[in-house]
């Protein structure tokens, strides 16, 4: 029965296998397999591995000589799985393994012998599981493990130290997670500790401890107590009384964290008095809701302190003390780093006082001071006292809304971080006290403030030692001119990313050592020539670009040659494009294809220049059929605005004759005869040949007579029909009818026999729209005399026109 469930077992084992070969991702000799809802260790994994992550899955056991192959590998992680069971030989052949993670599963038991192969192995995590440690047979597994140096494993209530443990000689991390609420650290706990040389603690949930519990640890150097959100009551009176024990000791490390209580607690005498009798080089008081610190405690503390060197207390509940701890801290004698980091200063609605912030006197040995995350208020200018050995500061996640202040005293700054100000109003010379600085952190800090700041470009030019410039999220949509057109002759990192840059910034010519630019998530489409041209002029500097919402399009065809052709852009893999066409490709994709592109570029210029000229053909074309068919209109404007151009005047007046009589020359003596019989009707007639003015155009005076006449007597004959100036005079004749509304003042006299047909088109057009008079050439028709005929003539001149308007040659305007 057992050899068909392990046969069961092994089938499932190669399945899985086979369904997870490709997902692992494998780079160099180190193996991932994480979040792949494994059941079952695959088969397939490298066996040159010498790191193989299985955490995060589904595995439910693992089987024996699982990892047999595997003789490189020195780190296997098998925790946040589901393992109930782990057979005896499973680690079997992992004679080179150094660490094992089996934390946070389900096992109940380690088997006996499971680690007597891993004679290398030296940092253990068995906590998290439902491990018992009640009976001494079941520590046998990892008492022989005489090389484990770390373990970590979790206790419950009335836990006792394994005397197997006693044997691990070279144990010198311990880190221990409490089962329950109802734990209670005391020194029975541990009493076989003793000969083991613990050097650091960590306690993870601290329900109580008693005072003497430390005293089984004499080669203690380093605690980490995290007491526990979820407690009974809060235990840090007890924790304060259990450091008796080390009083004259020498200590390296005391971490106290994670105790929330709502009423908080007041660091005071009565805890503090425990640490000033230790030799003592870090303190961290974090996450503890400290609501207030004793003056007087924190004044004694300070003077006793003097093995001190890092003293942290951050995300803390004070009340009202912001600046008044820093009038004390002058008197720790060594302390080089202070950090006072997300200690809220609760005032009742009311912002922290702006005082605080002129003076400050550091201990003469600072190194590092980090205030960050606890003002809301105005920069000002602040002055450091003592501040010569400083070369770290931070006033990271201070809401300074103005920030117009400046610094003083500490010239030996080399990292400054501003992150997270709320800078509305910026002073040009805020930087000008760190001659010296070589890292500024302004993330999130300056776009307002440059926006709102003449000379924004000189902000940075106190600073030329810089190496390492952030202005990432800052929204700026262009870097300020001359930002970064100093002489930074160190300067190697900087970056832009996340803001709404769309060209490329300006550097000084000396700025050679640069070596990497992050312009990842801004608004950049392309590089012109110009921002080509200045990234190759800053040598071998390394460029990022992922994020930004390139073009790819024949616009853009000379920056995807310089990509295609660079290798300064690192992250060209990564980079994304919008074609023409509006989808989204990856750039390695179109510059492997980029011939292609540019043919298909080539082509569109070529079809482009093809439509533009077949449009100009085609619009001078229709513009040529269009002045043809329309000559003589454009003609009369030319010529009316001629006229206007030599300052004609209309006014309103009888007309100067009664008809201008057009015709043809070869007629000239029958339209004399004519003349002459309608002027002794007593008509005033205007004919070229007696009243066009000399020096004038043809054209000019005709249309002169047009205006001058209320009538226009047309005298057609064979001649009159083949003359050019005739159908011109018609033609003239019809715009001004048109234009003036005169419609009815062309009278048209027809002398030859002539046909309807032969007429050009403006006179049949007046063919049948008006009644013509026949000169009499055919006796047999009735009433074909000239008497009728000049009664006739008669009659068409006296019809009045109702409008009658006259040029005036020369007439002011």
């Known amino acids: 029965m057992k050899c068909l469930i ?60 699982t990892f047999q192959y595997f003789k490189n590998l020195t780190e296997l992680d098998l925790s946040s799985n589901l393992i109930q069971s782990i057979n005896k030989n499973a680690f079997h052949g992992l004679h080179s393994l150094q660490s094992l993670h089996l934390d946070h599963n389900f096992l109940q038991v380690l088997p006996i012998g499971m680690f007597e192969n891993l004679i290398c192995l030296q940092h253990l995590w068995i906590d998290h599981n439902k491990l018992q440690y009640n009976q001494d047979e079941q520590m046998t597994a990892t008492s022989k493990m005489s090389s484990l140096r770390s373990l970590y494993f979790e206790i419950y209530p009335d836990f006792k130290f394994p005397s197997k443990w006693s044997t691990l000689s070279n144990l010198t991390h311990l880190e221990i997670f409490a089962r329950s609420a109802k734990v209670k650290f005391n020194k029975e706990m541990f009493t076989h500790i003793k000969k083991i040389p613990i050097t650091f603690l960590h306690l993870e949930k601290v329900p109580s401890i008693s005072e003497d519990f430390f005293e089984h640890f004499p080669k203690l150097d380093s605690i980490s107590l995290w007491l526990g959100n979820d407690l009974p009551t809060n235990p840090i009176d007890q924790v304060f009384k259990s450091f008796g024990v080390f009083k004259s000791r020498n200590m390296t490390n005391i971490e106290i964290a994670y105790s929330r209580f709502d009423n908080g607690f007041i660091l005071n005498w009565n805890r503090l008095q425990y640490l000033c009798s230790i030799c003592l080089k870090r303190l961290t008081l974090h996450h503890l809701y400290i609501k207030e610190i004793s003056l007087y405690a924190m004044q004694v503390f300070s003077v006793r302190s003097t093995c001190l060197e890092y003293l942290e207390i951050s995300k803390n509940l004070l009340l009202d003390q912001g600046g008044s701890l820093f009038t004390i801290v002058q008197n720790f004698e060594n302390l080089k780093v202070l950090k006072s980091i997300g200690n809220k200063h609760h005032s009742r609605g009311k912002r922290s006082q702006a005082s605080i912030l002129f003076s400050l006197i550091l201990p003469q040995t600072l190194e590092e001071l980090y205030i960050e995350d606890n003002i809301d208020d105005d920069l000002v200018d602040i002055k450091f006292m003592n501040g010569h050995n400083l070369r770290v500061l931070s006033f990271k996640n201070c809401k300074f809304l103005s920030c117009e202040g400046s610094f003083s005293g500490v010239i030996n700054v080399e990292y400054f971080d501003m992150s997270g100000w709320s800078c509305e109003k910026l002073s040009i010379d805020l930087l000008y006290g760190f001659p010296n600085l070589q890292t500024l952190k302004a993330s999130g800090s300056l ?54 840059l769309t060209i490329f910034p300006k550097f000084h010519a000396s700025i050679q050592a640069l070596k990497k630019i992050d312009m990842t998530f801004n608004g950049i489409t392309h590089f ?43 992250d060209i893999l990564h980079l994304t494009c919008v074609t023409d066409k509006a989808s989204r490709r990856f750039m390695s994709e179109v510059i492997s294809n980029l011939k292609t592109f540019e043919i298909s570029c080539k082509t569109k210029i070529w079809l482009a220049f093809a439509i533009f000229i077949t449009s100009i053909v085609i619009i001078a074309t229709i513009t040529t059929v269009i002045i043809f068919r329309y000559k003589y209109a454009l003609e009369y404007f030319l010529l009316r605005f001629k006229m206007k151009m030599k300052k004609y005047k209309e006014f309103r007046q009888e007309y100067t004759y009664d008809a201008f009589i057009s015709y043809s020359h070869t007629d000239s003596e029958w339209v004399k005869d004519f003349h002459d019989n309608l002027k002794s009707m007593g008509f005033e007639l205007c004919l070229d040949a007696k009243d066009f003015i000399a020096g004038y155009g043809i054209a000019e005076n005709m249309v002169n007579a047009i205006d001058s006449s209320r009538k226009v007597i047309f005298v057609i004959t064979d001649n009159f ?93």
């Open 6 to 65: 392990l046969y069961i077992l092994m089938a499932v084992h190669e399945g899985q296998c086979y369904s997870t070969k490709t997902k692992c991702n494998v780079q160099n000799k180190m193996v991932d397999c994480r979040h792949l809802t494994m059941t079952i260790v695959p088969s397939n994994l490298p066996v040159y591995a010498t790191s193989i992550n299985l955490s995060r899955n589904s595995i439910q056991i693992v089987l024996g000589f």
């Open 447 to 500: 776009g307002k403030g440059f926006a709102n700041i003449a000379r924004a470009g000189s902000f940075l030019s106190k600073n030329l030692k810089l190496q390492d410039i952030n202005l990432s999220s800052n929204r700026i949509n262009s870097i300020p001119n001359g930002l970064f057109l100093h002489p930074f002759e160190q300067l190697s990192s900087v970056n832009m990313s996340y803001n709404n």
């Open 528 to 570: 012109n020539d110009e921002d080509i041209e200045q990234i190759e002029n800053l040598g071998g500097v390394g460029i990022l670009l992922r994020g930004n919402p390139f073009q790819c399009s024949c616009k853009t065809l000379q920056f995807l040659k310089w990509l295609s052709e660079t290798n300064q852009v690192q």
């Open 721 to 813: 029909l083949k003359s050019t100036w005739g159908s011109y005079e018609m033609e003239m004749t019809r715009m001004h009818a048109f234009q003036k509304g005169r419609e009815d003042m062309v009278i048209v006299v027809v002398r030859d026999n002539i046909k309807v047909t032969d007429m050009p088109e403006t006179m049949k057009n007046k063919w049948f729209k008006i009644t013509c008079i026949q000169w009499p050439n055919n006796d047999n028709l009735p009433y074909n005399t000239e008497e009728i005929f000049y009664e006739k003539m008669k009659m068409s001149l006296k019809i009045k026109e109702e409008t009658t308007l006259l040029y005036s040659r020369n007439s002011a305007v």
